[in-house]
């Protein structure tokens, strides 16, 4: 791998990691772009080459995986964690949680709690089980 793949992996990276920590915030192209020192054109490409998805779409995933722990793990309603997650409205977490988990938010906690409780699952399965697919 040449010097100049890993200075570009490093930086996307590096934009990678500041959407994990500030995923609630709201980040767009050219935040994310500064952040790894490029363009913005060249991050989108970049990025989409390096993680196999575009960075809006890595985001709204990211989103919803802790949409998904928090439906299963509170008792807040789905608005409010909607809001928490960093979504705009309920509409569009709503649309965007059942493209990638394949169901709606209402119905995903009641189908997680009814199996944790029946079944005995221990979290740390139950958490990789339900783990949305790229």
Request: net charge positive; glycine share 6%.
């Amino acid at each position: 791998m040449s010097r100049a793949t890993e200075e570009t992996n490093r930086r996307m990276l590096r934009a990678r990691d500041a959407m994990d920590l500030a995923y609630a915030r709201p980040l767009d192209v050219p935040a994310l772009a500064r952040i790894a020192l490029v363009s913005e054109a060249h991050f989108a490409r970049t990025f989409r080459a390096t993680f196999g998805e575009t960075p809006h779409r890595y985001l709204q995933r990211r989103r919803v995986e802790r949409a998904m722990f928090l439906l299963r793990d509170t008792d807040r309603s789905v608005t409010d964690i909607c809001f928490q997650v960093g979504f705009g409205s309920p509409g569009t977490f709503s649309r965007t949680f059942r493209d990638i988990v394949g169901r709606p938010p209402r119905t995903y906690r009641k189908e997680a709690r009814d199996a944790a409780a029946g079944a005995g699952v221990p979290t740390c399965f139950t958490m990789a089980w339900t783990r949305p697919r790229a």
